[in-house]
């Protein structure tokens, strides 16, 4: 267990709907990652934040992602008007000190 | 662009021993990690190498040679639960991001 949770675990929705996934890492990560990942495929980093700042975001983050980091703590990860496409796992990651990244147990989001 | 290549399949016995390999082309490289994943689930840390050399953590050991932009990862005594998807990753950019390999699924049989 790395002591990183993230909600729900699943997630099913119709398409143009709207979702927030949430993640908590421990409190020694101040670092906080959230990655996509589809079928038979590995991760694809999505954004980051240093604390509550979000410091870097990938061009997959379409204007459809917004993510936030309220005081530094837990994380959301919000899709708007959600596309089949956007169908997948989303996995929060969270460091502390060195490179090391460890990962909740995913949210698994299948859009109709 | 990043890129890292692994194979995509590995099937051993189990007691064997297996290597998977990794080489990969990316800028501003921190080091490589391992991850298992099993099938529904999360991937799982197994370990980091920022220098080169070789790491062993139990029966899981991970080598680096920066120079060669190349790592493996070996696995010994294997038993069916390790059965998984294996994934190399490389740590870069300033916000230290992951870029994964596409994975190498062992199958390991009785």
């Known amino acids: 267990d790395t002591g990183v949770s993230q909600d729900p675990r699943h997630k099913i929705t119709k398409r143009g709907q709207n979702v927030t996934f949430r993640c908590d890492p421990i409190?020694?990560?101040?670092?906080l990652y959230w990655y996509r990942q589809t079928l038979g495929q590995g991760p694809e980093f999505l954004t980051y934040?240093?604390?509550?700042?979000?410091?870097?975001k990938s061009r997959l983050l379409s204007d459809r992602f917004s993510a936030e980091r309220p005081k530094g703590s837990f994380s959301t990860l919000e899709i708007q008007r959600t596309e089949q496409g956007d169908s997948a796992m989303y996995l929060c990651?969270?460091?502390?000190?060195?490179?090391?990244?460890?990962f909740g147990p995913g949210t698994r989001l299948t859009v109709l | 662009g990043q890129s890292l290549e692994q194979p995509s399949e590995v099937t051993a016995v189990e007691g064997a021993i297996v290597q998977i390999n990794c080489t990969y082309q990316?800028?501003?490289?921190?080091?490589l990690s391992w991850y298992q994943q099993h099938d529904g689930g999360a991937p799982t840390f197994l370990s980091y190498?920022?220098?080169?050399g070789l790491e062993e953590t139990g029966r899981f050991s991970s080598f680096l040679s920066r120079s060669d932009s190349y790592g493996y990862l070996l696995l010994q005594e294997l038993q069916m639960k390790d059965s998984a998807s294996y994934f190399c990753a490389a740590t870069s950019g300033s916000a230290r991001q992951l870029t994964f390999g596409s994975g190498t699924q062992l199958t390991v049989l009785p």
């Open positions: 934040f240093q604390n509550e700042a979000q410091l870097e």
């Open positions: 190498n920022a220098l080169d």
């Open positions: 409190s020694e990560h101040n670092r």
């Open positions: 990316t800028s501003g490289f921190y080091g």
């Open positions: 990651g969270g460091g502390g000190v060195g490179d090391t990244q460890y």
